[in-house]
C-alpha cells in the first residue's frame, strides 16, 4: 500500500489535514474491504450451509484487527486464522454429529 505523507506540499487550500486523514482512512476501510470479499470468495463453499459461520469469523478478524496500529496489515492474517479455526470447528461438529459416531452420544 502506498501511502502519502502528510506534510506542508500535501496540504493545499482544497485539501487539510482532516480531509487527508479522512481519505486515508477511506483507503484502508477499502482495502480491508476487498480483502473480505476475497477471503468469502476464498471460502465460501468451504462454509457452504454455514455461510454465517464465514461472516462472523470476519468481524471477529476485523475487530481485531482495528484494534492495532497496522489493520490493513493484519487482517488477512487474522482473518485467515479465525477462518480456519471456523473450518476446522465446524469439520469436528459434523464428526460429532454423525449417528454412527460413538461420540454422537456424549455430545
Not at 468469502?40 to 459461520?53: H, M, P
Not at 496489515?73 to 464428526?95: D, G, M, N, V, Y
Request: glycine share 2%; proline share 3%.
Amino acid at each position: 500500500m502506498n501511502t502519502t505523507l502528510c506534510n506542508k506540499e500535501n496540504l493545499t487550500a482544497d485539501k487539510t489535514l482532516q480531509g487527508v486523514c479522512q481519505d486515508l482512512c477511506a483507503k484502508l476501510v477499502q482495502q480491508i474491504g476487498q480483502a473480505k470479499n476475497n477471503l468469502v470468495a476464498e471460502f465460501r463453499d468451504a462454509f457452504a450451509t454455514q455461510e454465517q459461520l464465514l461472516q462472523l469469523a470476519l468481524v471477529e478478524a476485523d475487530a481485531l484487527a482495528w484494534q492495532t496500529d497496522y489493520p490493513h496489515l493484519l487482517f488477512p492474517a487474522l482473518a485467515t486464522e479465525k477462518i480456519e479455526r471456523a473450518a476446522h470447528w465446524q469439520a469436528r461438529q459434523r464428526f460429532l454429529l454423525q449417528s454412527t459416531s460413538p461420540y454422537a452420544l456424549a455430545a
